[in-house]
């Protein structure tokens, strides 16, 4: 796992990074047991996550490492969800 983000509350956590195998690859946890409360299978490498004033999760991540186009530039390959969480 790459990314750590404690909720505001204190009462629970996300971790998450890249996805090698299985069906998740971030994952919101009670702090005190260790429950898994929560997945999600991103499709992309998991680098940050955040939570809003509203309590969402905002994750960020990336697809790939793309090559330059026929342009020279590179190709967009970073992602940003928002997600909300419901007890």
């Known amino acids: 796992m790459e990314a750590l983000c404690m909720h505001p509350t204190n009462e629970s956590f996300v971790m998450g990074g890249r996805l090698r195998g299985g069906d998740w690859n971030g ?19 998991i680098t940050e996550f955040l939570f809003n004033t509203r309590g969402e999760l905002i994750v960020v991540g990336g697809q790939g490492q793309p090559g330059k186009n026929d342009q020279g530039k590179f190709s967009d390959f970073g992602r940003v969800e928002v997600y909300e969480i419901k007890s």
């Open 27 to 45: 994952a919101l946890f009670d702090l005190a047991s260790g429950e898994r409360l929560g997945t999600i299978k991103s499709g992309y490498r």
